[in-house]
């Protein structure tokens, strides 16, 4: 992985992984939006929005990605998501071997904004910490500052009217 997106390029795709995450909501699951951008940094080859506690947007690409595109083509992809992937995440796409990862709010603001919500018991560890722990590099750019109020204000109408399920 050489490098990863200018600041624009980031906006315009965290801008559209931030509509998935409203479909997702609008369809009754948490806010998190995922695409994968393919090596050309052009071609988006994977959308998905958060399922559940346990299918979240990051892993189901990246488990989709594993069966379907070669190492080589992994390494050279771009996961972009709205929220800093969690340890379950980043440790599947540690796995898939997607060699770069764009995010646009901290795991940490996450936290913040849902505080003790039992639907989002959020992991305070940063992926960069779990990315460090293993033996392939992945490249890493965020939090991207110009959508972080956006995405937290989205989370923070999810998170403050939906009861815990």
């Given at each position: 992985?050489?490098?990863?997106?200018?600041v624009?390029?980031a906006?315009h795709?965290?801008?559209?992984?931030?509509?998935?995450a409203?479909?997702?909501?609008?369809?009754?699951?948490?806010?998190?939006?995922?695409?994968?951008?393919?090596?050309?940094?052009?071609?988006?080859?994977l959308r998905?929005?958060?399922?559940?506690?346990v299918?979240?947007?990051?892993s189901?690409i990246a488990r989709?990605?594993?069966q379907?595109?070669s190492?080589?083509?992994?390494?050279q992809?771009?996961?972009?998501s709205?929220?800093e992937?969690?340890a379950m995440?980043?440790g599947?796409q540690?796995?898939?071997?997607?060699?770069g990862?764009?995010?646009?709010?901290s795991e940490?603001?996450?936290?913040?904004?849902?505080?003790d919500?039992p639907d989002?018991?959020?992991?305070?560890?940063?992926?960069r910490?779990?990315?460090a722990?293993?033996?392939r590099?992945?490249?890493?750019m965020?939090?991207?500052?110009?959508?972080e109020?956006?995405?937290?204000?989205?989370?923070r109408a999810f998170?403050?009217?939906?009861p815990a399920?």
């Open positions: 992985m050489t490098s990863l997106l200018t624009d390029e906006v795709w965290l801008g559209e992984a931030i509509a998935v409203a479909q997702a909501a609008e369809a009754g699951h948490h806010p998190f939006g995922a695409l994968l951008l393919g090596p050309d940094r052009r071609t988006v080859l998905q929005g958060n399922v559940d506690q299918n979240h947007a990051e189901l989709e990605a594993a379907r595109f190492a080589g083509v992994r390494a992809c771009i996961l972009v709205t929220v992937p969690c995440c980043a599947t540690y796995w898939a071997g997607i060699g990862l764009v995010y646009g709010l940490r603001r996450l936290l913040e904004l849902t505080g919500h989002n018991p959020t992991l305070d560890l940063p992926c910490t779990v990315f722990a293993g033996q590099a992945i490249t890493v965020g939090p991207v500052a110009a959508l109020a956006q995405i937290a204000a989205q989370h998170w403050h009217r939906t399920r």
